[in-house]
Structures are given as structure tokens and as C-alpha cells.
């Protein structure tokens, strides 16, 4: 009998060098640290530079110093996705052979008036407002926008492609019902043919977009769990299509509730400036937010000590009880208030 190798667990922070880490993100890298020490996994640190355009040359260096401020340490060098793109070109080609994406000459015009309403067209994490309806045990998630509406998907490999430059490759979704157990979120299902449709998994330029990139990472890395915000919850749908076509078990994913603001709407400037640096440079002591993010994540708020009994600890302290207690079925499913 052979016994199957058992995989060690890996887990990741993956931040977008594309502006200044605020609250909401120092809430998720903190749940995915205590997630991973808890479970001696490999935490790596991946930064998400693919998405050229909106990249700030200062926000990979910022980030690193953000991450050390809360105390959070991470394994290994960073791996950085524009190092990466021979990877992604390679699971492109594979897919590009099997038939699976076919290139996109669409603009952004062309698609709006091929649908009455604005299409979710952007190639980086999509920002689309979702909406997720109970049935029983499941949520059904379904976005605000159009889906593609299929102009470019006659081409099959082997036809002549367009100019270079010109086209984007668009990857086929299966049009059924996919559901998957999320550790936070509970179970979601999606409609994929309606709430999803084609999606691009590269840029006009030939460059991969967030969805391709994250998927290739994440195998390569062996990584066995994807904390992060759930307004990603539906991109999970898209990047589940491409686990599957590739033949390899998807991790486990903890959507965390986003953090919003007294208004109830995502954390943004109108909330005042929440950047993780404005706290630093104020003299703000990161115990304060690593607090804050603690006792907003518990949703029995009597399973951490009194604020004034916590009002000493430091932040090894904070994260050696934090280890101790996360626990995804404890994790708070609300949205978390920031006032
Ligand atoms: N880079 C994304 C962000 O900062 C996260 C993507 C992911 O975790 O898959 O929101």
C-alpha cells in the first residue's frame, strides 16, 4: 500500500502594489497570517504588479513596510507576478490548444451597445456590485452587469488570428450552476452562463490579467488556502472554471466581509484617509488596529479578554492569542463597521 503524500499547507498575502494598504487590507492579511501560523503553513507574500496601468512604483516597498509594522512576517522571497509572465504564457498556450479561449477584438462600445447595460470588461479584479440571495443552505450570487454577449466566440483554434495588439483572449465558461464551500461565506452557488459569462484572461497587450495570473500562482505555489476580501466572491466562479480546465484542485477559499463605513458603503477616501502609512506617520500604535481587527473578527465578542484587560498586550501577545482562537466557523459573516 502506498500512503499519498500528504501536501503542507501553504497560505498567501497577495496586495496590489496600485495605491496605499488600508484598513480593510490590514484586516485580511491579519486573518490570513493568524490562519496560517495557526496552521504552520508556509505564508508567502505574492505582490500583484501584473496590472501595469494602475501599479504606483512606491506601493510594492510601502506594503512590505505596512506588513512589518502589524507584525506580520511572511516566508521566503516575494514572488512577483510581472517576473512571471513565461508561466503564464506557458498555461495560456495550453489553453489556447485545447480550444478553451479565443481572441477578443471587442471594444469597450462594441460590448455596451451589444448589451442594454454597462459590461463588467475590466481585466484586473472586477468591482462589480454583487448581490447574494438565500436559498435553504445556499446563496445564490448574482453581479449588476451584463455578460459578454459572445460576438468574437465563433473562432476556433487553427482560424487566423487578428492583428496583434488588437484582441484580447477571452476564456469559454461552461453555462451551468457551480456551487463551491466557502470556510466564511457558506455555500455559493453561481449561474455561470448568466452571472459570469466569457471572461478575459489576458490584456490587449498579450499580458495576463488577474484572473489567469492568480490561478497560475496559486498552483505553482502549492498554496492550499486564499484568504481574502469577498467582493472577489464571484471572480471565484471565473477562476474555479479555470482550476477545472486544468485538471487541479482548487484551494480552500475564506472570503472575509468587506469593511465599510458608518454609511454602510465600502471603506473609501469619503471615510477620511485609512491608510495603513497616514496611521503610521500619525503615531497611531498598530496594537490599536491589530485590536480592532481582532474583536471585529470573533463573532462571540466574549471569546477575547475585556478591553481593559487587553489594553497592555503587544503585538506578539495579539498575535500568539489570535493564533490560538481564529477559527473560521467563529469568524464574524457580517460586514465589519469602521467608525
Ligand atoms: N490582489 C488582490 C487585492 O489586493 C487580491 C487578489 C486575491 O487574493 O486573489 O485585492
Redesign the pocket.
Given at each position: 500500500m502506498t500512503i499519498p503524500a500528504i501536501k503542507p499547507p501553504v497560505c498567501r498575502l497577495?496586495?496590489?502594489p496600485t495605491g496605499a494598504q488600508h484598513l480593510g487590507?490590514a484586516r485580511t492579511f491579519l486573518l490570513a497570517y493568524w490562519s496560517a501560523r495557526a496552521q504552520n503553513a508556509e505564508l508567502i507574500l505574492r505582490i500583484?504588479d501584473i496590472d501595469s496601468p494602475r501599479v504606483k512604483p512606491w506601493a510594492t516597498d510601502q506594503v512590505i513596510e505596512d506588513l512589518a509594522w502589524l507584525g506580520i512576517d511572511f516566508d521566503g522571497q516575494p514572488i512577483i507576478q510581472t517576473q512571471r509572465t513565461d508561466r503564464y504564457q506557458a498555461v495560456l498556450d495550453r489553453m489556447i490548444a485545447d480550444d478553451r479561449v479565443y481572441p477578443c477584438t471587442c471594444t469597450r462600445t462594441d460590448i455596451e451597445s451589444a448589451s442594454s447595460a454597462p459590461h463588467e470588461h475590466s481585466t484586473g479584479?472586477p468591482q462589480t456590485s454583487t448581490v447574494l440571495q438565500a436559498t435553504g443552505q445556499e446563496r445564490t450570487i448574482t453581479a449588476e452587469s451584463t455578460i459578454y454577449p459572445g460576438t468574437c466566440s465563433g473562432w476556433r483554434v487553427g482560424d487566423p488570428l487578428p492583428a496583434p495588439g488588437t484582441y484580447c483572449w477571452r476564456f469559454r465558461i461552461v453555462s451551468a450552476r457551480r456551487c463551491f464551500d466557502d470556510l466564511v461565506a457558506g455555500r455559493i452557488c453561481c449561474d455561470l452562463g448568466t452571472a459570469i459569462g466569457d471572461f478575459p484572461v489576458t490584456r490587449k497587450e498579450g499580458v495576463a490579467a488577474y484572473q489567469l495570473a492568480?490561478v497560475v500562482d496559486d498552483i505553482d505555489a502549492g498554496v492550499s488556502e486564499?484568504v481574502?476580501?469577498d467582493d472577489?466572491l464571484l471572480s471565484t466562479f471565473r477562476q474555479l472554471q479555470i482550476y477545472e480546465h486544468l485538471g487541479v484542485a482548487s484551494p480552500e477559499f475564506a472570503h472575509v466581509p468587506l469593511v465599510v463605513g458608518e454609511d454602510g458603503r465600502r471603506l473609501a477616501k469619503r471615510h477620511g484617509d485609512t491608510r495603513l502609512a497616514h496611521y503610521r506617520k500619525q503615531g497611531v500604535a498598530p496594537e490599536s488596529i491589530v485590536a480592532w481587527a481582532a474583536r471585529s473578527a470573533m463573532s462571540d465578542p466574549a471569546c477575547l479578554p475585556s478591553p481593559e484587560a487587553t489594553a497592555a498586550w503587544e503585538l506578539s501577545r495579539w498575535h500568539a492569542e489570535m493564533i490560538e482562537r481564529i477559527d473560521w466557523t467563529r469568524l464574524s459573516r457580517e460586514q465589519v463597521r469602521y467608525s
Open positions: 497577495a496586495p496590489s487590507n500583484e479584479p492568480v486564499v481574502r476580501g472577489l
